[in-house]
């Protein structure tokens, strides 16, 4: 794998009132376009548009399972694209980033479709509220014009995660293993 693919970001100059300006300026400078982030409060999903970022809990302020994108609870943090991700994350010492972009040296396996929860939905401002499920699970992911429709008589879950793994080879034995993963895109089946 190539050295230049995983870069250490610095991260140390995020405080609590700039760490969406800091997300801002990295999805413009690496051309970013997806957030999700994991907090103590829930999940957040986002997008940047115009080079500002607008996080479901904006867009749905009255569901109070989408909560603020704060430093304070916030755990770990990716921001991504087609052409890499920065994932952000929380230890002990302190804030860490790191990015990943494709070079065209790295070995790749196709894209891994992963399926999200939702067999139905609400579009609203570039958000689709999915909910899933008698027990109400909810999400709002940044894609619009998702088509739930299904000819099986299965639940239709149409969003779909792109994740991208990374190849690398042991010197001594020729091993192939999965060395590093990231997030890709968002799409509708």
């Known amino acids: 794998m190539s050295k230049e693919l995983c870069k250490k970001l610095p991260a140390d100059d995020i405080l609590k009132d700039t760490l969406i300006s800091w997300l801002e300026q990295k999805a413009k400078e690496f051309q970013l376009k997806y957030l999700l982030a994991h907090a103590e409060d829930g999940v957040i999903w986002g997008h940047f548009q115009d080079d500002k970022l607008t996080i479901a809990h904006s867009i749905f302020p009255e569901i109070p399972e989408f909560p603020e994108l704060r430093l304070?609870?916030?755990q770990q943090c990716r921001i991504f694209g087609e052409t890499g991700e920065i994932l952000l994350w929380q230890t002990d010492k302190g804030l860490k980033a790191r990015l990943i972009q494709d070079d065209s040296n790295t070995e790749k396996l196709p894209d891994e479709v992963q399926?999200?929860?939702?067999?139905?939905?609400?579009?609203?401002?570039g958000f689709t509220l999915l909910s899933d499920g008698q027990q109400g699970l909810k999400h709002a992911v940044p894609l619009?014009?998702?088509?739930?429709?299904?000819?099986?008589?299965k639940q239709n879950r149409p969003v779909r995660l792109l994740v991208r793994h990374y190849i690398a080879y042991d010197e001594k034995t020729g091993v192939a293993r999965i060395s590093l993963s990231r997030l890709v895109s968002l799409q509708s089946k």
Do not use: A, P
Request: charged share 30%; net charge negative; hydrophobic share 30%.
């Open 144 to 153: 619009t014009g998702i088509n739930f429709d299904s000819d099986d008589k």
């Open 115 to 125: 399926i999200l929860l939702g067999t139905q939905g609400t579009e609203k401002d």
């Open 72 to 74: 304070l609870t916030l």
